[in-house]
């Protein structure tokens, strides 16, 4: 399994598309606070579709909580990485989880926490014209390279309610 986790997310339609991308991926959601809205928020819920009922997830006091409750790999997003996901290694053993962490739209990951594991530090490339890509964009583009690494897992590969031979008829 995947565990997205979002450092202090603030914007609850970013927190309900992740949401959504997890429940497609049966990644995890960890949140950790303090959170910018509630979770029952109706703005999460449109978001989310109807999907968000389904979502795995867990919510932490701060990132020491989170931290004393998950041991694995982390791996860190922020604009201030120096190399691409796909310079790293995301395969995923039974014996270890992985978890692919994102900071809060505003301000991203404190550097307090980046300064302990630079190694995983990552930034996905772009021109000098943009600061960061939306958050949701982000944890689906990074989700979707965890899944190409370790052949997508056990997730459909063909359409489940028309069918893997709609474009043929």
């Known amino acids: 399994m995947i ?9 609850p339609q970013n927190t309900g598309n992740i949401m959504r991308t997890c429940v497609a991926t049966n990644s995890k959601l960890h949140l950790i606070e303090p959170l910018g809205f509630k ?7 449109r978001c ?24 694995g790999r982390y791996f860190y997003f922020t604009r201030y990485g120096n ?11 039974k014996d270890e989880e992985i978890y692919l962490i994102f900071g809060k739209e505003s301000t991203g990951i404190p550097k307090e926490i980046l300064k302990t594991d630079l190694e995983h530090c990552m930034r996905l490339p772009m021109t000098d014209k943009v600061r960061a890509l939306n958050l949701s964009n ?3 583009i990074a989700t ?7 052949n997508y897992f056990d997730l459909l590969r063909d359409e489940p309610f028309k069918g893997k031979d709609y474009l043929k008829n």
């Open 3 to 11: 565990n997205i986790v979002l450092y202090e997310p603030e914007i």
């Open 39 to 45: 979770i029952d928020d109706k703005t999460i819920k």
């Open 48 to 71: 989310g579709v109807n999907y968000i009922n389904n979502c795995q997830y867990k919510v932490y006091k701060n990132f020491d909580d989170f931290k004393e409750q998950n041991k």
């Open 83 to 93: 190399k691409p996901p796909t310079d790293f290694d995301f395969k995923i053993s």
């Open 138 to 140: 982000c944890v689906a």
């Open 144 to 150: 979707y390279e965890v899944l190409r690494q370790n």
